[in-house]
């Protein structure tokens, strides 16, 4: 359906220009109509990008001399394009684009003119900048309605040329800035819902429109009646505005509460019927308190009302609450359900499964905030989409069901080394570099020499994380649980997250058993190795004597360590136990001399602990294990409770709810606590040029990958030709496909990147710009590079040392700033575990040398007491003749 009347506007300053209609106006309308040239092209894609909701977009591209851009532009979503002879004719060439989303510019505006420009088409017209409105007015009345559709722009746009081209069933384009939804605006601007129902006609003989009122969805909610002046207030108040036949203007909902949004009005196909699109606001459409005039709502939009409403308050007990509750389980129930869908054989038995996944589907979307009408209008919008893809399963789906994966196929369909090479050859556009076309386990590549700094900036973004107000949202009440009431609430908390319903204590106090240290003697001899290294290296940090400056003669400085006296450290435990992460928290807590270490670590579901765990934990000294993990634990440790000591200060890395709980803490000033850094998912970051070994690179990506699915690696291939990438891509590939944690690798693996530099400088310009948790250097002449090193959490320097020397054995902490933040943290190391204390030693001499100062200070800041306390000590010693 052509729209009645196409407002037209300056993308660029639409949203602000002073006179007529404003973007929510427009919206009333549907439609709107843009000139481009190739100084707008850019803003058209932001726009279309940023541009939600009602509009349908129709650009005058006539003056580009891209056709790929006008392609582009149908793609992202425009409507409709306006383009020219020459334009039409590379278009026809283009496969997806419907003709009817094609409008061709003719310039003549005779009937003669008209018939010879759009022989052979039939994509509608655009005549513009018309002067003579009735020479264009006599050629469509000549014509009848048997014509394309024509649209008519005019040299001195007014409300009467514009009326009288409407009347004709052609489409009037308007300045948005001359029209108006105010009827008592001034007298310049048009009125927008005269345009807009000066073609429609009434069969009755009062002369009102029938009016069809309908949802977003379009499901019908009633009939009602409209007049000009009923339409005019819809578009003025943006409410559903009718004229009742008894009552005349009707505010809907004025008395009953049950307004209406006005979304959106047009005209029917024959101009007999209007549309109102609406958002129903209250109990419903109908005066009987129905959804609609023909009863409650059916089907989907019944399901969603019924989701929303559960969401709102949901009575005790409600199965759809307890899902939104618990996004695993939901998860799951849709893994479940797809699943049986695609088993189901009989028609009863496909619409059952369908109709179990579209609830579990919904329930996912109303939790997120998602409507049914956003859904659709996502679906709207890819059919519309001339960039058709493929549309084949992805990789892993491929290989599990022996269909075709992907453009490019691969090893797991026909096997031919041939294809997969084609499908590792390196990327000349963003999208082959996406690196999702196959079943490959394979990071997107960007060459950065072709990229913008922008888009190698977005490519070296992390993984978004749930969002803070979210995990707050979680973790907040249970530390206030925590706090309130003490160990029951940490038992609690872990019989529900770890499952351990068992437990009846939520503290083990040393001295530990023997029984719960059992391990095997190679097990023993490999702890003991490691926490000699990582006690030598942290012992060889600390400050044996003070630091001790005189800084003026007899004014002697001094600043000295002591250690922290109560430390928490938190060992994570829930996708892998991380015994070293013990040593690495522990052994530098018994170095610096902490009175009381305390060790957290969530206990397996039987209620025990690693034992490895236990036997670091007893080598270290400690004081007690917290059998609790998350939020709860940092609580226990940091507000102490019946059996858990409370800390000074709090350690250890975790994910988002430790670091969030860590967070709270630390600014709670009545916990008096103080933590490390934000330590969370883990990240590496390789550094490789053509002496690298290509089995060595794909080992540590791989190292980290397989931490978790929000881990995330990154390749800097310095400089390497297609056949090095591909040999680092190829050894990716086949070492994570051999890995236990393939799937977790899979998951990290989606969003980590490799960048393609032309150098070392660039190399680390990007590496120091990302800030990685680990940086792996497998370059010519390592170790000289190190010293372009500005941010990173540790650095693993030449061929033979891989990153995980570091996670466990060589003597460097592994717990290390994540997310950027090696940018302004360090690693855990001593100076985690002491406070510096500074003292000032001054001789009589030395008093007199910098009094001075100190009273002239004192007395700009008009601190009397604090130059007495020299003036005094200085007139002493002139009484004393202390110093003659
Ligand atoms: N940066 C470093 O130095 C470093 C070192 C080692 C590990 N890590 C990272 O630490 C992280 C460890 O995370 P993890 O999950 O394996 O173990 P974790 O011990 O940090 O978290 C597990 C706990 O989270 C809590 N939890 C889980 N789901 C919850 C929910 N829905 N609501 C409230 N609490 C919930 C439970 O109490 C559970 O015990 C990983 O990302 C790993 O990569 C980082
Ligand atoms: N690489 C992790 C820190 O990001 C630490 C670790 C423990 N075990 C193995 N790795
Ligand atoms: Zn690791």
Redesign the pocket.
Known sequence: MASALLPAIDIATYTTQSSGLRPEGLSYIGSVFTKLDAQSIDDAFLYLQQTTGPFATYFDVSSLSSIDDIVSLLDSGAAKVFVNRQQLDQLSDVKNVDADRIVLCISGQTKEDIIDSIAGTSVGIYTQDVQDVDLVESWLKEYGTERPEVYVSFANPTADSALRISKLSAVPIVPANLLTNDSKAEPELINAAKLLIANATSDRPDGLFTTLVTDERGVALGLVYSSEESVSESLRTGRGVYQSRKRGLWYKGESSGDVQELVRISLDCDHDCLRFVVRQKGRGFCHLATATCFGQYQGLSRLQQTLQSRKDSAPEGSYTARLFNDPQMLKAKIMEEANELCEAKTKEDVAFEAADLFYFAMTKCIAAGVTLEDVERNLDAKSVKVKRRKGDAKGPYAAKFGVASGTNGTAQTNGTTEMVKEAASVPKSKEDSAGIKDGRIQMRRYITAEETPGAVQEALKRPSQRSTDKIMG?VKPIISAIQERGDAAVLE?THK??KATSLTSPVLKAPFPQSMMQLPPETIEAIDISFENIRRFHAAQKEEKALVVETMPGVVCSRFSRPIERVGLYV?????V?PS?ALMLGVPAMVAGCKKIVMAT?PRSDGSITPEVVYVAHKVGAESIVLA????AVAAMAYGTESVSKVDKILG???Q??TAAKMIVSNDTTAGVSIDMP????EVLVVADATANPAFVASDLLSQAE??V??QVILIAVDLTAEQLQAIEDELHAQASALPRVDIVRGAIEHSVTLVTKDINEAMRLSNLYAP?HLILQVRDASSVVSLVENAGSVFVGPWTPESVGDYSAGVN???P?YGYAKQYSGVNLASYVKHITSSNLTAEGLRNVGGAVMQLAKVEELEAHRRAVSIRLAHMDRMGALG
Not at 572 to 576: L, S
Not at 679 to 682: E, L, N, Y
């Open positions: 979680i908390y997250f770890e994570p435990g829930g996708t892998a991380l992460t969530p993990g998350g939020a709860q890395p975790g994910n709810f430790v330590a969370g998912p883990s931490h978790g929000d881990s948790e592994h717990s290390l994540t």
